[in-house]
């Protein structure tokens, strides 16, 4: 089973790009973050001409989720947002089972500025999924949580981290609460398979980041130990981020025994 999850920043205006990679890469569940559209907006039509059904969770121009899986594939909801915090409002959270296997897929807050408010709400959020997490570890199954946490977990992970030193993507506090995840025990596959770092699932628009491969880590696939007693791959898609009218993240996946 192949399952992939990528930032489309704006599902509208990448459609063709995202419709492409599906085709291309054929994943059996393909999480979604910054949809960037309302529910009745989402264009599922489109996935399913190309063998896909999906689920989301939207809001207008900003946020959203989608989980797509492929034809023949069981899908169901467990949980629509994050819950523990009943005012909060953001279509960041979008659980389902598919085929036996839990898929949690996530938009994390980006946490600038910091501090203040907007970082404050992110480690609210991050202490959140750790509970979720929980919850979901408890029940033994297999599992993935995956998404666009932005969070770099170690310097390792940016081509620079003193450019990106004041970020609140590598702030002490969002490593912190990255790092108590995988102390809870889930594994994070891309790390596992690339254990000297090197390896970025983001490249801003500006300052020709792409072009000099200025990137770094943030988009990232935690397993649970009954999940990750099957992996067998991982991996990013790189040349998605070079394709005219490409998101600024690209696709990562992971590929596990049935």
């Known amino acids: ?61 900003f946020n959203g989720v989608a989980i797509l899986t492929r034809d023949g594939l069981s899908m169901t909801e467990r949980q629509r947002g994050l819950p523990g915090d009943d005012s909060d409002d953001h279509a960041r959270y979008l659980e389902a089972e598919v085929d036996g296997v839990v898929i949690a897929n996530l938009y994390l807050p980006n946490g600038n500025p910091q501090p203040g408010p907007k970082f404050d709400y992110k ?78 699932t983001f490249w801003d628009y500006q300052r020709g980041a792409w072009q000099r491969d200025h990137g770094f880590r943030i988009d990232h696939c935690l397993l649970s130990p009954e999940l990750a007693d099957r992996l067998q791959a991982a991996g990013v898609d790189k040349d998605a981020r070079g394709r005219d009218k490409a998101s600024d993240h690209a696709p990562v996946w992971v590929k596990v025994a049935a």
Request: proline letters at 6%.
């Open 1 to 61: 089973m192949r399952i992939a999850t990528f930032n489309i920043n704006g599902i509208k205006a990448r459609l063709p790009r995202l419709l492409e990679w599906l085709e291309e890469t054929q994943p059996d569940v393909a999480c979604l973050q910054e949809i960037k559209s309302q529910d009745d907006g989402f264009p599922a039509a489109e996935f399913e001409k190309v063998g896909y059904q999906a689920i989301w969770h939207g809001q207008k121009s």
């Open 123 to 200: 480690l609210a959020w991050m202490e959140r999924l750790r509970a979720r997490m929980a919850a979901i570890w408890a029940e033994e199954k297999p599992a993935i949580v995956l998404g666009d946490f932005n969070v770099i977990p170690e310097d390792k992970d940016v081509w620079s981290p003193p450019a990106m030193a004041d970020d609140a993507l590598m702030q002490p506090a969002s490593r912190d609460a990255y790092a108590r995840l995988l102390a809870d025990g889930w594994t994070d596959a891309l790390d596992t398979l690339n254990p000297r770092g090197g390896v970025w």
